[in-house]
């Protein structure tokens, strides 16, 4: 037993050793132990973006957190976010593979989780052409304002109390449905009613992700959960994919009436131009990039819509601002975006929500392709990077009372036009 004793301290030294000196390869964070890291006091944070904004403030920037032996490396201010994402972009361009991740794509490759590599680089140039094909169209202004007057004109006979989510909701999805798919969805759809109650039960399953996306082991006492999170995103695909393929078989080329319709175009160029793209260019990767599209799109702008309204109830006098702007220079005119320019303080509003409450607070995470440096501290190979959104938009360095709501910080004090490249 003596020499099973000795042998088992002299195995635990050995790794604690170890692990230690992984540690000190590491820009400085919270103390971890060996094994656990820091989850035991990550365990009861329900607000990562915050804690890693208050550790930065004792540690300084960046910080490493500990999931386990897995380091994460957080950056907290827009210095360091530049450097790492514009100025050393192809050394953070990875991204950090997650079960979650793996869950979503079911085999196929997209946007939002590929890692950087010719299949990102293909997928990400297609997307980026469609989108300039559909946005310059006509059909996108004509159909928001057409979503939302028929949103308005239903606020004039419902009741006086609304819930604001609802509404949002069935606006937003057609916006986006019919934008991306030409499909209009009815308030009590079959395919409208699937996606809320999916999304929902997504929320509530997974409301900070997987436990084995930072600690893999972890999935073993979690498969009932995750066989479920499989299933939800093959019942959202299955939705998604029948929209892609009613969408698809209306396309004439040259004749652009969505964003499916874009893709399509977009993907035979990519093809005519460079053959071996079509490899990357199939029906599932397709459906996978509007996917990408669909979701974020809804998600993110129904959060800020929410936002904007809570505010101007919270504060009328900026409600009463907005509304006497838009009188005064469209009077009862129907808004475009040619109009952009003479609402300065609608969109300041807008872009102050966007900076006080953003929907993601902790950006995708993403991986070092090489060994690199940020702030002047290496970061290893292979390194999971989170850029913290929500305290670069609360920098006090950056912003005079950062807690306050004040839309006239993205106005020019002489022109009064919007400085939208205030905002990270």
Known sequence: WRWLTTALVFLLSYLVVRFYHKVAKYPKGPFPLPVVGNLLELRNTKELYKAANNWSQKCGDPITLWMGEKPMVVLNTHKLVKEAFIERRHEFAGRFSTKMAELQRQGNHNIMFEDYNPTWKTLRKLALTAVRKYAVSDSLENLCCEVVDAFVDSLKVGPN?????????????????????????????????????????????????????????????????????????????DILDGLYKRAAKSYVPGKIE????????????AIEQEKNDAQYLTEANMVQIIMDIFGAATDTSLGELQWLCLTMTRKPEIQEKIKEEIERNLGQARPGMQDKGKLPYTVACLLETLRMYPIVPLGLPHNTTCNTEVGGQFIPKDTGIFYNIYAMNRDPQLWREPEVFKPERFLDPVTGKVNQELLP
Do not use: C
């Open 161 to 237: 109390v609304v819930d604001s989510r609802a509404p949002f909701v069935y606006m937003l999805y057609n916006i986006i449905g019919l934008s991306v798919y030409g499909a209009k969805f009815e308030k009590e759809s079959p395919e409208l009613t699937k996606l809320q109650a999916s999304k929902k039960l997504f929320f509530e399953l997974v409301p900070n992700g997987l436990p084995s996306d930072i600690v893999p082991w972890l999935g073993l006492l979690y498969r009932g959960r995750e066989k479920k999170i499989e299933i939800l995103f093959k019942e959202f695909l």
């Open 258 to 269: 969505n964003f499916t319709h874009s893709m399509l175009a977009a993907r035979d160029e």
